[in-house]
């Protein structure tokens, strides 16, 4: 297996997309650091993936907190000695009118969201550079190109997730880092059965996306035989974007 006994961080992986890009890893023969804010969400989401098998631990992290990404950077150092990939996952969203969006509020999206990213990958860079490079994906989103009213913040930090992806991927690309980043779309990590035929039937790809369409994203950019694969952005939106409407 090519990810077999390589180390990887996802962040914000109690739960959903990061949830089923630890497990997919795991199970790809992966040693999976499980860094979540929620302690409950992430202590759960590794008794499962060991479970089933997984060579996994949990770190209580938040990413919005400086010491905690140096904290959780020196753990993996120290419990496995290196670093192969990092996903960057975790984020938080604030849907609120701008003439009532607070100073808090906004810094709150941007140092979760944003600023983690750029600490993260900084952290983890060197500790890849030791060891001949590595791998980093940062999660950001299909709102980094269209918004809905109300979303000033999360597009602001999906928006620039983009910019700094490709700026190091140019600063780490001496040291053998790749850094690339995913724009997912519409991935329902709730109730799938709960949604309508109509749902999936406005994708040109036929369905709403699953959590594991990003997992398996995440793994063909992490690949190393896809090492000429760097500062892009694989848009996941079962074509979304690509399609026009027009009002009847």
Known sequence: ???????????????????????????????????????????????????????????????????????????????????????????????????????????????????????????????????????????????????EPHSEAYASSKGGILALTHALALSLGPDRIRVNAISPGWIETGDEEALRPEDHEQHPAGRVGRPEDVARACLFLTDDENDFVTGTELVLDGGMTRKMIYLA
């Open 1 to 147: 297996m090519p990810f077999s006994e390589k180390v990887v961080v996802v962040t914000g992986a109690g739960q959903g997309i990061g949830y089923a890009v630890a497990a997919m890893y795991a199970a790809r023969g992966a040693r999976v650091c499980i860094a979540e804010k929620n302690r409950e969400l992430g202590k759960r989401a590794a008794a499962k993936i060991s479970h089933a098998g997984g060579n996994v631990f949990f770190q209580q992290v938040d990413v919005s907190s400086p010491a905690d990404i140096i904290r959780l950077m020196e753990e993996v150092a120290e419990r496995w000695g290196h670093l192969d990939i990092l996903i960057n996952n975790a984020g938080v969203s604030t849907w609120k009118s701008p003439y009532e969006l607070s100073v808090e509020e906004w810094d709150q999206v941007i140092n979760t969201n944003l600023r983690s990213v750029f600490l993260c990958s900084r952290e983890a860079a060197l500790l890849m550079r030791r060891t001949g490079g590595g791998a980093i994906v940062n999660l950001s989103s299909t709102r980094a190109h269209m918004s």
